[in-house]
């Protein structure tokens, strides 16, 4: 499953920015997630003003099971105008949810992204808590 946690220039979680399967749609990006495709649209324009990072986040569903498990996981941005792939990255890690890549704002109107491998072994809950959204059990 994929996951988008959209920060501000504090590096917190901004308001209703944990985007996740029953959370599909961002209310100042225009980014929605569409699982039937597995995937993530992100349209990042100069208006978008509370979010500075978008970290794009890859977890099993099954947190029992590792990434390791599924030799085709892959994560692959790629910029639709131009088709034109920016990111592909295979996911062969021993863990059940990482952050695979983040974007960020690198002056007012422009976007960076950069790959990432942070890991986490307690699912996708463990990386809400690490951005600070509560999790009920």
């Given at each position: ?27 100042e990006l225009a980014f929605r997630i569409t699982h039937l495709e597995n995937s993530i649209e992100i349209y990042l ?86 951005f600070g959204v509560e999790v009920i059990d």
């Amino acid at each position: 499953d994929l996951s988008i946690f959209a920060l501000n220039d504090s590096r917190n979680l901004c308001t209703d920015g944990f985007i996740f399967y029953n959370n599909p749609n961002f209310r100042e990006l225009a980014f929605r997630i569409t699982h039937l495709e597995n995937s993530i649209e992100i349209y990042l324009g100069t208006n978008v003003f509370s979010v500075y990072n978008l970290e794009i986040v890859a977890s099993t569903r099954d947190p029992q099971k590792n990434f390791s498990m599924f030799p085709d996981a892959q994560i692959r941005i790629i910029e639709p105008e131009i088709d034109r792939e920016i990111l592909n990255e295979k996911i062969v890690e021993d863990c059940n949810s990482m952050i695979v890549a983040e974007i960020f704002k690198y002056q007012s109107d422009l976007w960076r992204i950069k790959s990432i491998a942070k890991k986490f072994n307690g699912g996708l809950a463990e990386v809400c808590k690490f951005f600070g959204v509560e999790v009920i059990d």
